[in-house]
């Protein structure tokens, strides 16, 4: 996949963010954000999309976290990359622009 041609107003979409970190789950409140990865999901193999409350081809990620087992099971982590927001998150981010 080209870097470049997946560039959008200098930041790297949706698209491009999944295949490099080689996403396994992605879990999402916005509701913009999951229609993008719904419009990927012929191009994209994430078998794991949790949706903050109801939304069609999506887990509810309150129900599974409800049914999940309290009982921790630690394994090793091999790699784990937050994808950046596109959005400021609360005002200590706005203080930065």
Do not use: C, H
Not at 49 to 67: H, I
Request: charged share 35%; glycine share 6%.
């Amino acid at each position: 996949m080209d870097k470049e041609s997946n560039k959008v107003d200098g930041n790297w979409d949706i698209e491009y963010r999944i295949f490099d970190a080689g996403v396994k789950a992605l879990i999402t409140g916005d509701a913009e954000v999951a229609a993008e990865v719904d419009t990927l999901k012929d191009k994209i193999s994430i078998d794991n999309l949790f949706f903050l409350g109801e939304r069609e081809g999506w887990r509810n990620l309150r129900v599974e976290a409800n049914l999940a087992s309290r009982e921790l099971e630690l394994e090793k982590i091999k790699k784990v990359m937050l994808l950046p927001s596109t959005k400021p998150l609360g005002p200590r981010a706005r203080q930065k622009e």
